[in-house]
């Protein structure tokens, strides 16, 4: 629900429980003072009707006092009337209560008469003793009509209650036209926090508010603008580090380091074979677009395979799998980027005819150092040690569009399934005592082939909607 509806809601009910409270008080004020003046009223004709009546009933003249009666009852308001005296002498005209107070005492009594129809209406009975010098000599009663005396006071009471519901209404309109008004400041930073959610971190709120509001934009446009160099610096740390690399620094700021740690992983190189021939031939700005176009589908193949590029070296890349996150599958992982890459380059090449690229391609696995590498002021997260060594070698030693391996990346769970392994005869590489015996990767699987299709055209996909 809109907080303008919300807010609407709250004073329109707040508005309507202080005027129903008022429009209560006022009625019952006006039903006090009705009340009072109807009491002041009666009991006046009550005590004019006993003044009257004391010399005519003291000498017994009921002419005198049936005349007194029914003047009295001439009167609109005027129900009933009565003279009793104390030895029996009675006067009356018109509806008079058949139980009455002491003769010496003056009170009133509502009541209800029933008509001749059998309806009641109401009437109330005034009474007042008659006295004649400090003597009591009988009781005077007055009956006046209720509903003609409150006809006015049912009008008044009409009129407080249309006129607070009434107020009510109007208070319901103004309240919700100032809901809108108080909550359009709030609708607008809604409005703003959902194109901050949509990466349109270039338009502020410019509402040329002053106030608190005018604060709170202000410094919800600063921090859109540090969220937008947030996301500048980290799409500039993806570009020259690699996004496992980079997200994982950005997800513990607090401690900027990766910690080193001995991983269990595959290093794949690979680069261009008689790059330096094929550059000396070709303008710089050629080959840089050749260089950027490949090694941006090795990047592609990299990533479908579970693994990324740990650095570009001129022509060349350097890949890892199972850093800085344990992977079981990365020797089956690199086999996957290794023909990947082959298989994509033989693609490329079909568009460069008269100059074909001819990628070389040597994988090696087993446990090195992952860590950061350099000084403090400029560090870099890599992996060293033999292994990799020993990759950079193989990767020498390959034949143009070969894949060549260790023999610990040979014996790798279920490489055997994916590929025809042929073992070479054992080799001495430089700065290794003991020869290596390396294995070239012969032709997939069908159900690696499969997914080497699948995969191509996943990336060459993406390649041309790019």
Same mark, same amino acid.
């Given at each position: 629900?809109?907080?303008?509806?919300?807010? /609407?809601?709250?004073?329109?009910?707040?508005?309507?429980?202080?005027?129903?409270?008022?429009?209560?008080?006022?009625?019952?004020?006006?039903?006090?003072?009705?009340?009072?003046?109807?009491?002041?009223?009666?009991?006046?004709?009550?005590?004019?009707?006993?003044?009257?009546?004391? $010399?005519?009933?003291?000498?017994?003249?009921?002419?005198?006092?049936? *005349?007194?009666?029914?003047? &009295?009852?001439q009167s609109r308001d005027i129900v009933g009337a009565a003279i009793i005296g104390l030895r029996g002498l009675r006067a009356d005209s018109g509806i008079v209560p058949e139980k009455l107070g002491a003769t010496d005492e003056q009170n009133s009594r509502v009541w209800f008469w029933r008509d001749e129809d059998g309806i009641s209406h109401p009437v109330i009975t005034f009474t007042a003793p008659i006295r004649f010098r400090d003597t009591t000599a009988g009781q005077a009663i007055i009956t006046l009509d209720r509903e003609f005396l409150d006809r006015h006071q049912r009008a008044t009471i009409r009129i407080i209650a249309y006129a607070t519901l009434g107020l009510i209404l109007i208070a319901a309109l103004l309240?919700?036209?100032?809901?809108?008004?108080?909550?359009?400041?709030?609708?607008?930073?809604?409005?703003?926090? $959902?194109?901050?959610? *949509?990466?349109?971190?270039?338009?502020?709120?410019?509402?040329?508010?002053?106030?608190?509001? *005018?604060?709170?934009?202000?410094?919800?446009?600063?921090? /859109?603008?540090?969220?937008?160099?947030?996301?500048?610096?980290?799409?500039?740390? /993806?570009?020259?580090?690699?996004?496992?690399?980079?997200?994982?620094?950005? /997800?513990? @700021?607090?401690?900027?380091? !990766?910690?080193?740690?001995?991983?269990?992983?595959?290093?794949?190189?690979?680069?261009?074979?008689?790059?330096?021939?094929?550059? $000396?031939? !070709?303008?710089?700005?050629?080959?840089?677009?050749?260089?950027? !176009?490949?090694?941006?589908?090795?990047?592609?193949?990299?990533?479908?395979?579970?693994?990324?590029?740990?650095?570009?070296?001129?022509?060349?890349?350097?890949?890892?799998?199972?850093?800085?996150?344990?992977?079981?599958?990365?020797?089956?992982?690199?086999?996957?980027?290794?023909?990947?890459?082959?298989? @994509?380059?033989?693609?490329?090449?079909? &568009?460069?005819?008269?100059?074909?690229?001819?990628?070389?391609?040597?994988?090696?696995?087993?446990?090195?150092?992952? *860590?950061?590498?350099?000084?403090?002021?400029?560090? $870099?997260?890599?992996?060293?040690?033999?292994?990799?060594?020993?990759?950079?070698?193989?990767?020498?030693?390959?034949?143009?569009?070969?894949?060549?391996?260790?023999?610990?990346?040979?014996?790798?769970?279920?490489?055997? =399934?994916?590929? =025809?392994?042929?073992?070479?005869?054992?080799?001495?590489?430089?700065?290794?005592?003991?020869?290596?015996?390396?294995?070239?990767?012969?032709?997939?699987?069908?159900?690696?082939?499969?997914?080497?299709?699948?995969?191509?055209?996943?990336?060459?996909?993406?390649?041309?909607?790019?």
């Open positions: 629900m809109p907080i303008a509806i919300k807010w /609407s809601i709250a004073i329109g009910t707040l508005i309507s429980l202080v005027m129903s409270t008022l429009g209560w008080f006022l009625i019952t004020q006006q039903n006090r003072i009705h009340m009072r003046e109807v009491g002041i009223f009666g009991t006046a004709l009550v005590e004019q009707l006993s003044h009257s009546s004391s $010399e005519p009933l003291l000498a017994d003249d009921l002419f005198n006092l049936q *005349g007194l009666v029914s003047r &009295q009852t309240s919700y036209a100032l809901s809108r008004r108080l909550s359009r400041p709030i609708t607008l930073l809604a409005q703003a926090g $959902e194109k901050k959610i *949509g990466a349109d971190f270039t338009e502020s709120i410019d509402a040329g508010r002053r106030d608190e509001i *005018g604060q709170v934009y202000a410094h919800f446009d600063r921090m /859109s603008l540090g969220l937008l160099e947030k996301d500048q610096v980290e799409a500039a740390l /993806s570009r020259y580090v690699s996004p496992v690399v980079a997200n994982k620094i950005l /997800s513990n @700021l607090a401690q900027p380091r !990766l910690p080193n740690q001995q991983v269990d992983g595959s290093v794949l190189f690979c680069d261009i074979v008689g790059f330096t021939e094929l550059s $000396e031939n !070709l303008p710089p700005d050629e080959v840089a677009t050749m260089l950027n !176009l490949y090694l941006g589908y090795i990047a592609e193949a990299a990533h479908l395979s579970h693994g990324f590029v740990d650095k570009f070296i001129g022509d060349s890349a350097m890949i890892l799998f199972g850093v800085p996150d344990s992977d079981p599958k990365h020797g089956q992982h690199a086999i996957r980027c290794a023909w990947l890459i082959q298989a @994509l380059v033989k693609q490329l090449n079909r &568009q460069r005819v008269t100059s074909p690229i001819h990628f070389r391609i040597g994988i090696n696995s087993g446990v090195m150092l992952a *860590g950061n590498i350099g000084i403090p002021e400029r560090l $870099e997260f890599t992996v060293v040690g033999d292994t990799v060594n020993l990759a950079s070698r193989l990767c020498s030693l390959a034949p143009a569009d070969g894949i060549i391996m260790s023999e610990t990346t040979a014996i790798q769970p279920h490489i055997d =399934e994916m590929i =025809e392994l042929t073992e070479q005869a054992p080799i001495q590489v430089r700065g290794r005592k003991n020869p290596v015996t390396p294995s070239i990767a012969g032709a997939p699987s069908s159900e690696f082939g499969h997914w080497l299709m699948n995969a191509i055209s996943t990336i060459l996909d993406n390649g041309t909607r790019g």
